[in-house]
C-alpha cells in the first residue's frame, strides 16, 4: 500500500481524508501536532477516531517547546501584533505543525502527505510551502480542495460508509493554542457584528483590580509575580491570571494570503500582557534607533509568518536581529489587571536610560550647558535654514 501520512484534526475534513484515503489504497497514518491545545483525554479521542475512520495509526506529536524555541519568543522579541491587534495566534501554529508533520512523514519514509484544507484559506498555502520546500519529492494530496466538497457532501459520504457521527457544526469554532485561542462566528463572516460574550471561552470571574509583575531576562518571561518558572510555565501561568479579567479579546480584521479580506475573533490575554509589558520595558532599556529598527523588522517577521515564509532565509537573519536587540531588556514590569482591561504601571530595570544622572526630561540638565544646547540646535537647524535660502 501507499503510504501516506495525514496533518490530523478530528474535526469533519480531516475525517473524511482518513476514510476516502483508506478506501482508494492509502496507507493512512494520521498526525496531530499539539501545540498546547490538546488535553491528554483530547489525544486519545483523537486517536480512537482516527482508527475507526481508516487510519493505520494515530500518533500525537509533543510540539510545545519547539513552539516557543522557534516561534513565540520571536513573537515576543519583536512585539509582533498583526495590523496592531492579532498576536498571530493560529498562522504561528500552523507553521511549526506543517514543520513537525513533514520530518514525521521523512521519518517513516512515506511518499505520499495529505491535508484537509480548502482552497478558499490560508492553511493549504502554510502546509503546502513547508511540505514543497522540506520534502519536495512527497507528493501533497489535498481532497478537500481538489474534489471542492461541501460539509453536507462530506457527512454524506462518511454516513454511507458507516461512519453515523453527528457532525453538527458548533455556533463558534474554537482553535486554542499556547499563544491565543481564536474563535469564529456567523458575527465574523459579517463585517459589523460584534461576536457576543458567550462566544469567548474565558468569562469574566474577577472583579476586583489586581496587581501583576512580570519579570524579563533578555527579552524572556522568566518569573510572574517573582516567581520563576520556565518560559512556557509562565505563559500559561498569565494566562490563567488574566483570561478570569476576560482580558485579551478583540476581532482581527486582515488581509488572506490568497488576497481576500477575513475577520476572526481572537482571545489572547497571555499574548497580549506579554508583548505589551515587553515593549514597554523596551521603551526604557533600547536606544531611539533600536527600537526604530525593531518596529519594521518585528513587522516584517510577522508579515512573513502570516504568510507562510518562515523558511525563507531571512528569517533567520531578522531572528538574529532581534536576539541581538534583547541583551538589555531585563527587569520588572508592573500591571494592573482589570475586567476587560489592563494598565501598565511602569518598570523597575538595572537597563533603565531614564538615568537621572545626565538629567531629567523637561526640568534639569546635568551632562550640558546651556552653550552646549543652543550650539547643538544651531547646527540641527542647518539644513532647513539651506532649504529655505535657496527656495527662498
Known sequence: ?????????????????????????????????????????????????????????????????????QIVRYLIFGNVLRNNTYPLSVSAERIIQGVEIIQYAKKINASYIAHGSTGAGNDQVRFDLIFQVLAPEIE?????????????DEIAYLKNEGIDISWEKAQYSINQGLWGTSVGGSETLTSNTPLPESAYPSQLEAKKSEQLTLSFSKGELTAVNGHKDTAIANIKAVEEIASRYAIGRDIHVGDTIIGIKGRVGFEAAAPLLIIKAHHLLEKHTLTKWQQYQKEQQGSFYGMLLHEGQYLDPVMRDLEAFMQSTQE?????????????????????????????????????????????????IKILSNQNKIHQHVNN
Not at 140 to 152: A, G, K, M, Y
Open 140 to 152: 501533497i494530496i489535498t481532497p478537500i480542495r481538489d474534489q471542492q466538497l461541501s460539509r453536507e
Open 1 to 69: 500500500m501507499k503510504k501516506l501520512v495525514l496533518a490530523y484534526s478530528g474535526g469533519l475534513d480531516t475525517s473524511y481524508c482518513v476514510k476516502h484515503l483508506s478506501k482508494s489504497g492509502f496507507d493512512v497514518h494520521a498526525v496531530s501536532v499539539n501545540t498546547g491545545g490538546f488535553s491528554e483525554e483530547d489525544t486519545q479521542l483523537l486517536h480512537e477516531k482516527a482508527l475507526q475512520m481508516g487510519a493505520s495509526t494515530y500518533t500525537s506529536i509533543e510540539a510545545i517547546e519547539n513552539y516557543y524555541q
Open 328 to 376: 538589555t531588556v531585563n527587569g520588572d514590569v508592573l500591571l494592573t489587571l482589570h475586567p476587560y482591561r489592563f494598565t501598565l504601571d511602569g518598570v523597575n530595570s538595572p537597563n533603565d536610560l531614564m538615568n537621572a544622572s545626565f538629567g531629567s526630561y523637561g526640568e534639569m540638565n546635568k551632562g550640558w550647558s546651556a552653550d552646549d544646547a543652543k550650539g547643538f
